[in-house]
């Protein structure tokens, strides 16, 4: 299958791909790595205007590595395994079967585009930097378990896939495929869903979320701010929450044509309204902080079922959902969610 790596797959990807390089360098000039070569980077300083990664090279960076790429020629093709650090300026991995595997520190200025079959992985113990956006097209994947920040946009497309075990903040976000988080994501920009976001630990939205597509939530899930109108959650889409999920935030709405399903349990502190459906499945239990009246939204003009009003207190931080993979490894996330939600 296309797509995402099985952690088996790259669980000792440097030290099984750089056991035995071909080639050895201590010091610029950056070679053109083409087919057959594995360049193993020692501890120094590289500097290349216009690096080059054909046929399926393969470049390697020891811990004390650091490597600093103004542009690659042409897309790569090859792979690049990190344990020092890579420094780019902007990595168009248009091709098929780039591979960045990163267990050191990688730092993108400006944009990333990946697309075909390429696969981006953040290893355990990786660091991740990112100022400007980030696209993946095709069949292209990211695969997060270490830290990711990216001040700029991280976008899916086409059948594009991003998978996060580690913790991830994000300056924005717009899932137009499959993300499937077992972590700790934090959004401080717009956040919309239109494929499918699957959530089984901590979401923390902080300018609204907009569930257009199809969100299915096991952990926590926080939607707070936004703008008039798109205030905290506001679905569009189809809503799903099983029992173990928590939502909480501030505005709630559903639109006409929106659905909110399953069960689960909701606390929001500001203005409510269902025009679309919401219906348990066997009951979704709602808690409108700021109630009108005895009403369990603030204004229905839609369906309501199988649903009831009963206190649901704020996110504990101190308690991680049992989806996590925090709470089943040693991976440790750290999470401060705003009690007063």
Known sequence: MVGIVPRAAYAEGYSAACASPTLTITGNPVPAITAGMVVLFQPGTYTSLSAMITGGGIACLAPGAKWTVTTFGVAPVGSIYVRGELDVQTLQALSNGFRLDNEGTVTVNGIIQAAANSQL??????????NGSQTLLGTASLTNRGSIDLAGSLTLAEQSTFTNIGTVTLGAFQNGTLTTNTGNVTVVGSA??????????????QFGYESEGSTTNEGLILA??????????YISGVYTSTSTGVTSG???????????????????TGFTSVAGSAIGSPQITFYDVSQTGSQIFDVVTGTVVNVI???????????LPAGCAAAQSDLNITKTVNAGI
């Open 224 to 233: 707070t701010g936004g703008t008039v109108g798109r205030m905290g959650l």
């Open 309 to 319: 009003r009963a206190v649901v207190p704020p996110p504990n931080p101190a308690i």
């Open 192 to 205: 919309t869903t239109s494929g499918v976001f699957i959530n089984r630990c901590i979401a923390d939205f």
């Open 250 to 268: 501030s505005d709630f709405r559903i639109i006409l044509g929106g659905q909110m399903t399953g069960a689960g349990r909701y606390r929001f």
């Open 121 to 130: 992985i953040n290893d355990t113990g990786g660091v991740w930097h990112g």
